[in-house]
C-alpha cells in the first residue's frame, strides 16, 4: 500500500491472538506480555515497547509440567 497511515515507524504488537492470561505467571500464554503491559500497550512508548519486547524471550508465560493427566485421576488398585 502507498497509504503514508500504514507506514508508521511504530514497533508491532507481539499479540497473536491467543489471550489467555494464566493464571499462576499472570502473562499470556500467547504472547507472555502482562495484563498492564497489555492494556497499557497504544499508550507506551517506542522504547517502552521496544524494552517489552526484549523481555519477552526470557519469560515463561505458562508452566510446561502436565498436572499428572489420567494417570493421575485413576485410584491406584489395592
Not at 26 to 50: N, P, Q, V
Request: with cysteine.
Amino acid at each position: 500500500m502507498t497509504d503514508p497511515v500504514w507506514k508508521r515507524d511504530e514497533i508491532e504488537s507481539p499479540c497473536i491472538n491467543i489471550c489467555v492470561i494464566h493464571p499462576q505467571t499472570r502473562l499470556c500464554t500467547g504472547c507472555a506480555r502482562s495484563i498492564d503491559e497489555i492494556t497499557a500497550w497504544s499508550r507506551m512508548s517506542a522504547d517502552d515497547r521496544r524494552a517489552v519486547m526484549t523481555a519477552l524471550p526470557q519469560r515463561v508465560p505458562a508452566p510446561t509440567n502436565r498436572r499428572g493427566g489420567r494417570a493421575a485421576r485413576q485410584v491406584p488398585k489395592l
